[in-house]
């Protein structure tokens, strides 16, 4: 087995286990809170308190090595793709658990919820489609990047978004996961001129 099929072999491991545990996850939302909207309610949340820091690596982890080349920074960048899958299967989980709300238990979403979080599952399972080598050939590096970039962008805003109206009536979990959000999206905004900076040191 080449050293190719075995990453991707790994990387299929990793997945399964990921959405293993996020099955996991939202079936203990109906476990302590019983088949009832408030556990579809529990699972929704859980799920994606759950897929956010899956996100956040995946998101972060070029930044960092932008900055701190090596070590586990480096392993982290290595398993990007892993981490992007695992979190966009986390995520497909929230939908089964937020679809069950509205299906089974008849609760309605706002009409910006569903079209802004829509759109963004549109996006999840695009970047999910395309997270491998034959895409990148496909699309091409450049525009596959594109894709990736504001992909990216869109989930961490949504993310941002869920969390900031949290600060006040919870902080505990809107403080630490709105920090981190904007903390990553400045490291990443950092790392964006640095490397444009030695591009146009190199260039002059
Ligand atoms: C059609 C799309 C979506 C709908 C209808 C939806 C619906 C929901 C609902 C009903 C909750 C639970 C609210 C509560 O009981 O407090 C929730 C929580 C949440 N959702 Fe979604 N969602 C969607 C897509 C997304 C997407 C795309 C993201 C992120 C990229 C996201 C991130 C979150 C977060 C961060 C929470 C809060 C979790 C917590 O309390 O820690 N959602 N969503």
Do not use: C
Not at 10 to 30: D, E, I, K, M, N
Not at 197 to 203: D, F, M, Q, V, Y
């Amino acid at each position: 087995m080449t050293s190719r099929n075995l990453t991707s072999v790994s990387t299929t491991l990793w997945v399964v286990l990921a959405t293993l545990l996020a099955l996991a996850v939202a079936a203990s939302g109906f476990l302590t809170h019983g088949w009832t909207i408030e556990g579809a309610g529990a699972a929704t949340r859980l799920t994606a308190r759950l897929a956010l820091p899956w996100f956040l690596l995946a998101w972060g982890a070029s930044a960092l090595v932008a900055f701190w080349p090596g070590g586990w920074r480096q392993s982290l960048l290595r398993r990007r793709r892993a981490l992007g899958l695992s979190f966009a299967f986390t995520h497909f989980v929230h939908f089964a658990a937020l679809t069950s709300m509205s299906v089974i238990f008849g609760r309605e979403h706002s009409m910006v919820s569903l079209v802004g979080g829509g759109f963004t599952y549109v996006m999840i399972t695009v970047m999910a489609l395309t997270s491998n080598d034959q895409s990148i050939r496909w699309m091409g590096a450049k525009r596959w990047k594109t894709l990736h970039s504001w992909g990216g962008a869109l989930i961490a805003l949504i993310f941002a978004n869920s969390y900031m109206g949290r600060i006040e009536s919870d902080p505990a979990l809107g403080v630490p996961a709105f920090s981190a959000i904007v903390g990553v999206a400045l490291l990443k905004i950092a790392a964006w001129r640095k490397r444009r900076g030695s591009r146009l040191t190199a260039t002059a």
